[in-house]
């Protein structure tokens, strides 16, 4: 502690500065310099709202992504079982190719059609 104040009292002084002030670019890598300077000395780390939001959402960022690929990679999954055990002599290397180069739409449209197909060209026509 230094000049009478706590570690949450000057990281709360740094979050109003941020919000209060406009700093001009050419002092800004000074500013940030001297806030690291002091943080460092004091032992306590400094993080801006603006960079602890930006975490934030880029990690709720990396989770949706996370999501919609889990899900696409277990449709691909299904599909990929369902046309082997469906079309086992007919099932070519092209038409696995297709499976795993596909978008999580057509994967889902190729398994309805897979349900009323005869053969498996049914099942990848336009």
């Known amino acids: 502690m ?4 706590t570690s949450n009292e000057v990281r709360d002084l ?4 941020d919000w209060l002030i406009i700093i001009p670019e050419d ?12 943080s460092d000395e004091w ?8 960079a602890k939001l930006a975490r934030v959402e880029g990690r709720q960022e990396g989770r949706q992504e996370g999501r919609q690929e889990g899900r696409q990679e277990g ?13 086992p002599n007919t099932v070519t290397a092209k038409h696995l190719h297709l499976i795993n180069d596909a978008d999580v739409d ?12 005869k053969m498996i060209e049914e099942v990848f026509a336009a």
């Open 2 to 5: 230094k000049l009478g104040l």
């Open 14 to 17: 740094f979050k109003f500065i």
């Open 27 to 38: 002092l800004m890598l000074t500013y940030k310099q001297q806030i690291k300077e002091i």
């Open 43 to 50: 032992n306590m780390p400094y993080e801006s709202m603006f």
């Open 75 to 87: 449709v691909r999954m299904m599909l990929d079982k369902q046309i082997r055990r469906r079309f």
């Open 106 to 117: 057509m994967l889902s449209l190729w398994a309805e059609k897979l349900i009323d197909a």
